[in-house]
């Protein structure tokens, strides 16, 4: 058995000299403003301990990792009649992109995609008002991180509204396929919320452990979603969690993970515990670059793959 508190602060070493590669978000001036030096890592474990490194405290936004969590609760209200909404095949394409929507009429190919995220959370409001299915995600979010201090940073859900153009496109289009079962801006607005939670990496890995658990909270002892729903997410974070990267990601990792252009990628080692990592500078792709270093290292050296 390795030791895995030794593996996460030699990952984070084997990863630090990286720091201020990549390039920082900056679409939205809040994501653009931090700090490019910023390096956080935190292991969570079924039985409660918490490994950490680095700046594993601080909060980040979360952006699409939060796809994960929306995801969990949709296929939760709503079964398996979200796959009418959304596929569940990569895409091989840039987080934003278009172009397979004209083609496959309006269906986004998976729910990690913009496109797929928002028809999710369509599904998930589920004709309820925006904010109470707002407040639905952030209380699940609070409840995995057993911290109710994870908030939404309303700074930056209004800047990702205020420069929405590309996401509101993605909702129009698929509004005009049909896909959608409520008003583009409901979606939206519940949509642009999610992507603003902010969180440490302490909290997210915590956050993650159900999804390593076969869909039960170790710590609360619920059971959020099936344990065949978990490896359903398990399966479509490996193969679409980090978009047109994610041969690459399960490549170095072996690991099924979800990558946000704040910089925070969550991985998930099924049966083992939850990895989060964060620091701000981006692959072409918009995973975290040093991230996804660290996390290779970490995975190598502890011996966690899903294809063993
Ligand atoms: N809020 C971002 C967007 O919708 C999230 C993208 C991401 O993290 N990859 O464009």
């Keep these: 058995?390795?030791?895995?508190?030794?593996?996460?602060?030699?990952?984070?070493?084997?990863?630090?000299?990286?720091?201020?590669?990549?390039?920082?978000?900056?679409?939205?001036?809040?994501?653009?403003?931090?700090?490019?030096?910023?390096?956080?890592?935190?292991?969570?474990?079924?039985?409660?301990?918490?490994?950490?490194?680095?700046?594993?405290?601080?909060?980040?936004?979360i952006q699409s990792v939060s796809k994960v969590f929306t995801l969990a609760l949709a296929l939760r209200r709503v079964g398996t009649g979200l796959w009418d909404s959304v596929g569940r095949e990569p895409s091989g394409s840039a987080f934003n992109s278009i172009v397979q929507l004209e083609s496959e009429a309006g269906i986004p190919r998976n729910p990690l995609i913009n496109a797929g995220a928002i028809a999710t959370t369509d599904r998930l409001i589920d004709g309820r008002d925006a904010d109470v299915v707002t407040q639905e995600i952030l209380d699940f979010v609070r409840a995995r991180a057993g911290d109710d201090g994870v908030g939404i940073d309303l700074d930056v859900a209004l800047s990702e509204s205020q420069t929405g153009a590309r996401n509101r496109s993605l909702a129009h289009f698929m509004d005009a396929f049909g896909t959608l079962r409520h008003p583009v801006e409901t979606a939206l607005g519940v949509y642009f919320r999610q992507c603003a939670i902010a969180m440490s990496c302490r909290q997210l890995a915590r956050a993650g452990l159900f999804l390593a658990m076969a869909g039960r909270d170790p710590l609360t002892g619920e059971q959020l979603v099936e344990a065949h729903r978990a490896r359903r997410i398990n399966a479509i974070m490996m193969l679409c969690g980090h978009y047109d990267n994610s041969g690459e990601f399960a490549f170095r990792v072996g690991l099924p993970g979800k990558s946000g252009v704040g910089g925070g990628i969550l991985c998930i080692a099924p049966g083992q515990g939850s990895i989060a990592v964060w620091s701000p500078g981006l692959d072409d792709a918009g995973t975290s670059l040093v991230g996804a270093i660290a996390l290779e290292h970490f995975a190598y050296a502890a011996g966690w793959s899903v294809f063993d």
Excluded: N, Q, W
């Design 1 to 61: 058995m390795p030791d895995l508190a030794r593996c996460l602060a030699e990952a984070y070493d084997i990863a630090l000299p990286h720091r201020g590669k990549g390039k920082v978000a900056d679409y939205i001036p809040a994501l653009a403003r931090v700090d490019p030096m910023r390096f956080g890592m935190a292991l969570a474990l079924p039985d409660g301990t918490l490994h950490v490194a680095g700046d594993a405290d601080m909060p980040f936004s």
